[in-house]
């Protein structure tokens, strides 16, 4: 089965400073999907940054950028010129690519606190 | 406009009631599903459907009973409230077509389940 890990329950970072955000997974499979997903307190699940597997290129949307290491099977998030919007809890998730309608498998999460 | 809608948004009531959450997609999903949040945030897949069809049902109690009338809507109906039932509830809604696209699983705002 598959694992997703998040290592850090808490993050602060300064506002305007780049704070990253760690997720190990685990998985057999060679070809999947990885996501990160913000919930502000309003508990909307905002999808952040899609990674697909089988894609070398890290992905990356305006501030939001992930350092996907394969063989490490790491999906880190990197959140640069932090902003007050940006305090949240986030989750990393591992999909499997079959027909479209295979479950997410979430980490713990993280709290991040942007300090103003 | 809302993309996956869910009522109720909160909902309280007495152990041993029995209650249901409607879940609506306007975004011409064929794929829906149910996702608990228990109160240390952790999320994980109850079940889902794909054109009516259930595909996943992740050892869930019998009390829960999900229904799909059509492609746009999931319900979600609990028999017998217990304690431990409360939660958020998250309905999620996600495309099978092309490989971007039906990896990518859209939520509604969640509803908060309160049991007494």
């Known amino acids: 089965a598959q694992t997703v890990t998040q290592s850090q329950p808490e993050m602060s970072v300064q506002e305007a400073e780049t704070v990253t955000l760690s997720c190990t997974y685990d998985t057999s499979e060679s070809d999947y999907y990885l996501f990160w997903y913000k919930q502000p307190p309003s508990r909307q699940m905002i999808l952040v940054i899609r990674?697909?597997?089988?894609?070398?290129q890290n992905a990356t949307e305006n501030r939001f950028s992930v350092n996907f290491q394969k063989a490490a099977k790491s999906f880190s998030l990197k959140i640069s010129d932090s902003q007050l919007g940006d305090a949240a809890m986030y989750f990393c998730?591992?999909?499997?690519?079959?027909?479209?309608?295979?479950?997410?498998?979430f980490g713990t999460g993280t709290r991040l606190t942007i300090i103003p | 406009d809302t993309a996956v809608s869910q009522t109720p948004k909160y909902l309280v009531t007495q152990m041993g009631n029995d209650k249901s959450i409607k879940c609506e997609q306007n975004?011409?999903?064929?794929?829906m599903y149910w996702y608990k949040q228990d109160s240390k945030k952790f999320l994980k897949i109850m079940f889902s459907y794909n054109n009516k069809e259930l595909i996943i049902n992740e050892t869930v109690p019998n009390r829960f009973s999900p229904k799909s009338p059509d492609k746009a809507h999931l319900n979600l109906h609990i028999n017998s409230l217990e304690l431990g039932d409360s939660a958020v509830y998250f309905c999620?809604?996600?495309?099978?077509?092309?490989?971007?696209?039906?990896?990518?699983?859209?939520f509604g705002p969640g509803t908060r389940l309160t049991v007494l």
């Open positions: 998730a591992y999909r499997r690519p079959n027909f479209g309608n295979e479950k997410l498998t």
């Open positions: 975004l011409g999903h064929d794929t």
């Open positions: 990674q697909e597997a089988y894609k070398q």
């Open positions: 999620a809604s996600s495309k099978r077509g092309t490989r971007g696209e039906r990896d990518t699983q859209y």
